[in-house]
Nanobody, 125 residues
Framework: VQLQASGGGLVQTGDSLRLSCAAS????????MGWFRQAPGKEREIVGS????????YVPDSVKGRFTVSRDNAKNTGYLQMNSLKPEDTAVYYC???????????????????WGQGTLVTVSS
């Protein structure tokens, strides 16, 4: 499966962005979806995950209440809605998918087999 992330850009503090992750070459509904980010000099961290059915989601405390993960399996697309953006949200954002044995979220980057190319989000103060 190939993943194409899009929707990044330069925004101001407090703005919103919605990132998209378009999947091709496989049945998106088979995969757990994850969103990660990596800021310069920092390790990659998870910012959201959704089970293949969409029935379970995970968002870490660091972005809870501001970031929302969703998906539309009919469109083979996943989304990351980011609200109230802060300068510390500046990073390259990646979508990834994992083919788990059960319908659940995944929180470790090593659980994901396929990755998109990343989209840069820059939040100015």
């Amino acid at each position: 499966v190939q993943l194409q992330a899009s929707g990044g850009g330069l925004v101001q503090t407090g703005d919103s962005l919605r990132l998209s992750c378009a999947a091709s070459g496989g049945s998106f509904s088979r995969y757990t979806m994850g969103w990660f980010r990596q800021a310069p000099g920092k390790e990659r961290e998870i910012v959201g995950s959704m089970s293949r059915s969409g029935g379970r989601t995970y968002v870490p405390d660091s972005v809870k209440g501001r970031f929302t993960v969703s998906r539309d399996n009919a469109k083979n697309t996943g989304y990351l809605q980011m609200n109230s953006l802060k300068p510390e949200d500046t990073a390259v954002y990646y979508c990834a998918v994992s083919q788990p044995l059960i319908d659940n979220v995944r929180v470790r980057s090593t659980d994901y087999s396929y990755w998109g190319q990343g989209t840069l989000v820059t939040v100015s103060s």
